[in-house]
């Protein structure tokens, strides 16, 4: 089962998810402290999810997860907090987590959010839903090790950003409208306000395209979504690049 790392200051909290964790099978350690969890993550063995709080002594939720995407850790993150107003939902996707719940939840809540990543985490590298590798110009993306390789370099994917570009494969031609990538990748309403997306398709085509600023594999069609091209345009697409 998987191994899973608690980052929670509160101790009776902490102590519930533990237990109650421990009891469908995962490994779990928990530490109390950003800054501790932080040296942590930089020692092996590694953990295939952190629940993370984000008002922690030493270093809080939003910059634990920040400096550990930086640093090229790319672990499912789900941030626990008592501020749940979209803004703080929308904050923390943005740092880099990939699930976010509010303080005070339900336990089978709780559950179900941990399922849920594990198993996106899942479908994203599986064959069964999907391809396990695409061609993008120059670019050759696993799935199955979440990488993007570009004349020999190669780049880590978050899980988000390894189910959205695996979204726009496998809808390869058709426009994909943010509602839908918000609802399938980032588990929000489709109307959520948020920049988060647009940010992420800029990510993308650092990754796939020879100009970023030019692009012709992973274009904007203004007022609709995005439409990813595997076969290079044969002129510069007229739909907005940005």
């Known amino acids: 089962m998987a191994r899973i790392l608690v980052v929670e200051d509160e101790a ?9 964790l421990e009891l469908e099978g995962y490994e779990i350690e928990v530490i109390a402290d950003g800054v501790l969890a932080f040296e942590r993550l930089q020692q092996p063995p590694a953990f295939d999810l952190i629940l993370l709080d984000v008002m922690l002594p030493g270093m809080d939720g939003f910059e634990l997860v920040d400096r550990l995407r930086k640093g ?20 923390g996707l943005e740092a880099g987590a990939d699930d976010y719940l509010s303080k005070p939840f339900d336990l089978t809540v709780l559950l179900a959010r941990v399922k849920g990543l594990l198993r996106r985490r899942d479908w994203a590298r599986s064959p069964e839903h999907g391809p396990q590798r695409a061609r993008i110009g120059a670019a050759d ?11 020999g370099v190669r780049q880590p994917l978050t899980l988000l950003e390894a189910m959205l570009l695996k979204l726009l494969v496998q809808n390869a031609g058709r426009v994909v409208s943010k ?12 109307d959520t306000q948020t920049r988060a997306v647009d940010n992420f398709i800029v990510r993308l085509r650092r990754f796939v395209e020879d100009d970023p600023r030019e692009p012709r594999h992973l274009v904007t069609v203004r007022g609709a979504g995005y439409r990813l091209n595997l076969e290079p345009a044969t002129e510069v697409p007229e739909e907005r690049r940005s």
């Open 12 to 20: 009776h909290l902490a102590n519930g998810i533990k237990f109650n």
């Open 72 to 91: 090229g850790d790319f672990t499912p993150t789900l941030m626990l907090t008592a501020k749940g107003l979209p803004a703080d939902v929308v904050q």
């Open 141 to 151: 993306v696993d799935f199955a090790t979440f990488e993007v390789t570009t004349k």
């Open 179 to 190: 509602g839908e990538i918000l609802e399938k990748v980032w588990n929000l309403s489709p």
